[in-house]
């Protein structure tokens, strides 16, 4: 899809059902300048109310965090359906236009069973969330992707015995799934060079837990500047591992923001994580319903991670399933 085309996507279809929903987003934007004016008026009167008594600085906490979620509720219930119907009208739409074939679900994510399979993220979560779960088929590529988040709790105690919990994010960012046509019958990493946890240290431990296979040596140098290969099976690496894929993968990782992108090849799939903090696929509160600017930038984001068939030349079948 062309940006004429899109244009004519937005003004022939999409404007006419976005425009109703612009009353919506301005209640939305209504009742958070109540919520920031009310929750100012609270914090206020709580300290104000705590240097008055001489209580302590957690009683004033107690009525700011009722008071805060209560502002919060009030507000989301607003901007919750605004948000979704946004969502429902402009995604599905461009989905159907760039593949009938293509679905979303808001609300899903990619299955946890899936993430572990991968072998990406080694380390147990404690929160697994996600949304905006789109499948289907790209050419002959079955395809699957969505928001993830994964995280992991820590618990400190302070010289009052109280406890403080914190939550640490482990992966953020697009989970994508693409089927491979070939079962392979070794697993390969393809990491993102010398970070976290699959560092050279992190190499290290993971021999200890069950390891990620040995390190293998590939002849590309840009190649090798962004990423780090393991496999249990050297020769089908390399075999997996094309010059042509290799520099494909390369001008990816370059396109995406030189952000740590690493793949498996693993079962008959190729599981890709593109880190980003990014919320995609959203509206902003700030801006019109029937800005274009906003469906433009949702589109972007979509044609980037479907693209990743074409970009990675997925549909090239140089493997055929046994």
Same mark, same amino acid.
């Given at each position: 899809?062309?940006?004429?085309e899109?244009?004519?996507?937005?003004?022939?279809?999409?404007k006419?059902k976005?425009?109703?929903?612009? #009353?919506?987003?301005?209640?939305a +934007?209504?009742?958070?300048?109540i919520?920031?004016?009310l929750? &100012?008026?609270?914090?206020?009167? %709580?300290? /104000?109310?705590?240097l008055?008594?001489? #209580?302590?600085?957690? +009683?004033?906490m107690?009525p700011? !965090?009722?008071?805060?979620?209560?502002?919060?509720?009030?507000f989301?219930?607003?901007?919750?359906v605004?948000r979704?119907?946004?969502?429902n009208? !402009?995604v599905t &739409?461009?989905?159907?236009?760039?593949?009938p074939s293509?679905t979303?679900r808001?609300?899903g994510?990619?299955?946890?069973t899936k993430?572990k399979t %991968?072998?990406l993220?080694?380390?147990?979560?404690? =929160?697994?969330?996600?949304?905006?779960?789109?499948?289907?088929?790209?050419?002959?590529t079955a395809?699957?992707?969505?928001?993830?988040?994964?995280?992991?709790?820590?618990? %400190?105690?302070?010289s @009052?015995?109280?406890?403080?919990?914190?939550w640490?994010t482990?992966?953020k960012?697009?989970f994508f799934? &693409?089927?491979?046509? @070939?079962?392979?019958?070794? @697993?390969?990493?393809?990491?993102? *060079?010398?970070?976290g946890? /699959?560092?050279?240290?992190?190499?290290?431990?993971?021999d200890?837990f069950?390891?990620i296979?040995?390190?293998? &040596?590939?002849?590309?140098?840009?190649?090798? #500047?962004?990423?780090?290969v393991?496999?249990?099976?050297?020769v089908?690496? =390399?075999y997996?591992l %094309?010059?042509?894929?290799?520099r494909?993968? !390369? $001008?990816?990782?370059?396109?995406?923001?030189?952000?740590?992108?690493?793949?498996?090849?693993?079962?008959?799939?190729?599981?890709?994580?593109?880190?980003?903090?990014?919320?995609?696929? $959203?509206?902003k509160?700030?801006?019109?319903?029937?800005?274009?600017?906003?469906?433009?930038?949702i589109?972007r984001?979509?044609?980037?991670?479907?693209?990743? !068939?074409?970009?990675? *030349?997925?549909n090239?079948?140089?493997?055929?399933? #046994?």
């Amino acid at each position: 899809m062309n940006a004429t085309e899109l244009q004519t996507l937005f003004e022939n279809e999409l404007k006419p059902k976005l425009e109703p929903l612009e #009353q919506t987003r301005l209640e939305a +934007v209504k009742r958070k300048n109540i919520c920031l004016v009310l929750g &100012a008026i609270l914090i206020a009167a %709580s300290i /104000f109310w705590v240097l008055a008594t001489n #209580q302590e600085i957690e +009683v004033a906490m107690f009525p700011i !965090v009722i008071g805060g979620l209560i502002l919060g509720a009030f507000f989301n219930a607003k901007w919750s359906v605004y948000r979704k119907a946004y969502k429902n009208e !402009v995604v599905t &739409a461009l989905l159907e236009f760039i593949d009938p074939s293509l679905t979303c679900r808001p609300n899903g994510y990619v299955d946890s069973t899936k993430y572990k399979t %991968s072998g990406l993220y080694r380390r147990s979560y404690d =929160r697994y969330s996600g949304e905006d779960h789109i499948t289907g088929k790209i050419g002959k590529t079955a395809i699957e992707f969505s928001e993830l988040h994964t995280e992991y709790k820590t618990t %400190s105690r302070d010289s @009052k015995g109280r406890t403080t919990t914190n939550w640490h994010t482990i992966f953020k960012g697009i989970f994508f799934i &693409a089927d491979a046509n @070939k079962h392979f019958n070794s @697993k390969t990493y393809v990491l993102a *060079d010398s970070q976290g946890f /699959f560092s050279s240290i992190g190499k290290a431990l993971t021999d200890k837990f069950g390891g990620i296979g040995d390190r293998v &040596a590939l002849e590309d140098v840009d190649f090798e #500047q962004y990423f780090e290969v393991y496999s249990d099976d050297q020769v089908e690496a =390399r075999y997996l591992l %094309s010059p042509a894929l290799m520099r494909r993968l !390369v $001008e990816f990782r370059k396109s995406a923001g030189n952000v740590g992108i690493s793949l498996s090849f693993v079962g008959g799939n190729i599981y890709i994580a593109i880190p980003n903090r990014k919320d995609f696929f $959203e509206p902003k509160l700030n801006k019109s319903a029937v800005a274009f600017d906003m469906v433009e930038e949702i589109f972007r984001d979509l044609d980037f991670f479907i693209g990743v !068939v074409e970009d990675l *030349d997925l549909n090239t079948r140089i493997w055929t399933k #046994q």
